[in-house]
């Protein structure tokens, strides 16, 4: 059974740019939470996806955005891009009801 | 605000010793805590989950213990191997909710 895939795996981006990333969860799963990793700070919350619809948002400003699509595959996008932005963000999928969210391997942001 | 605090940033254990990781939280409305383990340049890989109505659950050489009165759980590992060798990180969720809040993680060392 595939695992939770996103792309790319790595970007380089300037201040200011923006930027786009993508999550395939595992098939089957329909919900979609994504999550920004920093040194230091652990996992932090962006938001979660079920059913095409925003159902939790973490504490991130209005730059940080996503989308869930019909077959559940979800866009996270990040605008005008702070040189804080830089992190791994990690894209992961569960069951409806499930309680453990299986992550992809994340894609690691760079901003010069 | 830390709602979920790992205060121990690593932990060195001898291979076949028990492996003992700590996690505190802060808010009394978690009902469900999950332990992650994380090897580097891979996204975060789910161990085992407790929900509030238990006090322990068991899963081969992992153990995860809760004390709500005290807001503190604990993963053990027992026998520690080197394949355990990485970093672990607990989250706790409210609600039912697919929001986790996770800690910032224990880097765990077993030596051979």
């Known amino acids: 059974k595939a695992g939770v895939t996103q792309t790319p795996r790595y970007l380089i981006k300037t201040r200011g740019q923006q930027v786009t990333l993508s999550c395939s969860p595992i098939s089957g799963h329909r919900s979609v939470s994504w999550y920004q990793q920093t040194p230091g700070q652990g996992l932090q919350f962006l938001f979660e996806?079920?059913?095409?619809?925003?159902?939790n948002k973490g504490n991130f400003p209005g730059r940080f955005s996503g989308r869930q699509f019909s077959n559940s595959r979800s866009e996270m996008n990040v605008s005008t891009l702070e040189l804080g932005d830089s992190a791994l963000y990690l894209c992961?999928?569960?069951?409806?009801?499930?309680?453990?969210?299986?992550f992809g391997d994340g894609t690691r942001l760079s901003i010069l | 605000d830390q709602q979920v605090k790992q205060n121990s940033p690593s932990l060195s254990v001898q291979e076949g010793r028990i492996s003992i990781l700590n996690c505190d939280y802060t808010n009394s409305m978690f009902d469900y805590f999950l332990w992650y383990k994380k090897y580097p340049a891979e996204g975060p890989t789910f161990l085992i989950s407790i929900s509030s109505i238990k006090d322990k659950n068991e899963d081969g050489r992992f153990t995860v213990f809760l004390n709500k009165s005290a807001k503190h759980l604990s993963l053990h590992i027992v026998p520690s191997q080197p394949g355990d060798s990485a970093v672990y990180f607990c989250a706790a969720s409210d609600g039912g909710t697919y929001k986790y809040i996770f800690g910032t993680g224990t880097r765990l060392k077993v030596l051979a």
């Open positions: 992961a999928s569960s069951l409806v009801g499930g309680k453990a969210q299986h």
């Open positions: 996806y079920f059913s095409e619809t925003q159902r």
